[in-house]
Every structure is written in structure tokens, then in C-alpha cells.
């Protein structure tokens, strides 16, 4: 079936390090993907996107790079702050599934001043 | 500009029982999106609405319904509640039927 997967259920990082947060994904229609960040007792918020006809985008201290030969998507945080301890989810948007949006399990961030 | 909001926050149901969550989305966005979220879990897709209409709608039962109306409100309605309906609800909208999509915090509810 259709998923959204990632490789690591916990991360833990030294305060100052660059975070890598991966993800997989198994449907090949699907064509616009989104990190989300969720804070405890939070929803879910938009970190970043990219579309299928890209392979990288950067915004602020993050980068999200798409690999779509492998289905892989990762999520780099640079120069990782304590702020940044929560659960990190990627979504796949996939209009042909009966899912629009698909999540994936979640990954937890621990940062270690 | 508002964000999303979800009342109530938090609720107490037992079994059999009918629920109204609701949501206000963001001003401007025509699309509005709920989640069921249980612990330890990613959300999982219920519905999505788009200018009041469904536009697409995840592996959940019928007695989960829901509405969009106009002024950018909305609610999802369960009926005869279960035990595994436990879970957080996540009300989300964005500007368009793709796109990144901005939640609101939540309703936590319990089955008793």
C-alpha cells in the first residue's frame, strides 16, 4: 500500500551540529512533499516543501532535498538549536490516492545543550 | 491574520455517544483539512473540504462526517463513538486544495 516512512524513529544531536531527518515515501504519483514540525501539546507546523520537479530548496537553516529515483526525502537542520526538539513529520500529497495526504510516523528530535 | 482554531480543546465522551468538533480556519484559505492523530503516531487524513464541498476523504468510517461552511468554519461529527476514537483532531487549511497547509492545535478527545 501507500506510506510514508522514516528511517529513524529518534534523533539525538549536540546543540550547535547539523540535524539530518529522513524520510521514505512509496508513491511514485505523489508530487509535492512537506516537512512539518510538532511541539508537544502542538499542531503540526509547516517547516518547508518542494514539488516533484525540484530536487533541493532551502529556507531558513533547513534544506529539504528530494530524490526521487530512490523515493527519498531528507530534512537537514543546520546548526541545530534546542528549539528545535520535537517530533518531525514528513507528508506526501498524493492526488490520486484515496489518502490526500499521507504522514509519516514522526521522527523525535532531541537536541543536548 | 488569525490562525486556525479548534474548540473545544479538550472533551469526555463514552462509548455510543455523538461528537461536534469545530474549526476556525484561516482567513482566506478555501480548503480545510481534518486529522486524527493518536499518541506516539503521525496524523492520519479523515476528509478534506474545498469551498464547502468534499474533496477527498481518508479510510474512516461514515458515522465520521463533516462540513464546511461559509466564512471559513467547519466540523467534523462523529457518531456512535468507540473506544480507539481516542485521539488528538487536527483541523488544518490552506489557501488551496495543494499546498502547505496551517493547523490549529487540536481537540483531545477522550472515550470513556
Known amino acids: 500500500g501507500e506510506s510514508v516512512g522514516l528511517h529513524l524513529p529518534t534523533l539525538s544531536v549536540q546543540e550547535g551540529d547539523n540535524s539530518i531527518i529522513n524520510c521514505a515515501y512509496s508513491?511514485?504519483?505523489?508530487?509535492?512533499f512537506i516537512w512539518y514540525k510538532q511541539e508537544s501539546g502542538k499542531g503540526p507546523q509547516f517547516i518547508i516543501d518542494?514539488?516533484?520537479?525540484?530536487d533541493k530548496r532551502q529556507g531558513q537553516r533547513v534544506t529539504v532535498l528530494l530524490n526521487k529515483t530512490v523515493k527519498h526525502l531528507s530534512l537537514q537542520i543546520a546548526a541545530t538549536q534546542p528549539g528545535d526538539s520535537a517530533v518531525y513529520f514528513c507528508?506526501?500529497?498524493?492526488?490520486?490516492?484515496?489518502?490526500?495526504?499521507?504522514f509519516g510516523p514522526g521522527t523525535s528530535l532531541s537536541v543536548i545543550p | 491574520e488569525t490562525g486556525v482554531t479548534q474548540s473545544p480543546t479538550h472533551l469526555i465522551k463514552t462509548r455510543g455517544q455523538q461528537v461536534t468538533l469545530r474549526c476556525s480556519s484561516q482567513?482566506?484559505?478555501?480548503?480545510v483539512s481534518w486529522y486524527q492523530q493518536a499518541l506516539g503516531q503521525g496524523p492520519q487524513f479523515i476528509f478534506q473540504?474545498?469551498?464547502?464541498?468534499?474533496?477527498g476523504r481518508g479510510n474512516f468510517p461514515p458515522r465520521f462526517s463533516g462540513l464546511q461552511f461559509p466564512y471559513y468554519s467547519s466540523e467534523l461529527n462523529v457518531n456512535a463513538l468507540e473506544l480507539d476514537d481516542s485521539a488528538l483532531y487536527l483541523c488544518?487549511?490552506?489557501?488551496?486544495?495543494?499546498?502547505?497547509?496551517?493547523f490549529g492545535d487540536g481537540t483531545r478527545l477522550s472515550i470513556l
Open positions: 488544518a487549511s490552506s489557501w488551496d486544495r495543494d499546498g502547505p497547509q496551517h
Open positions: 508513491n511514485s504519483a505523489s508530487d509535492y
Open positions: 518542494i514539488r516533484s520537479n525540484m
Open positions: 507528508a506526501e500529497n498524493s492526488p490520486t490516492s484515496y489518502d490526500k495526504v499521507i
Open positions: 482567513s482566506g484559505h478555501n480548503t
Open positions: 473540504y474545498y469551498r464547502e464541498e468534499e474533496n
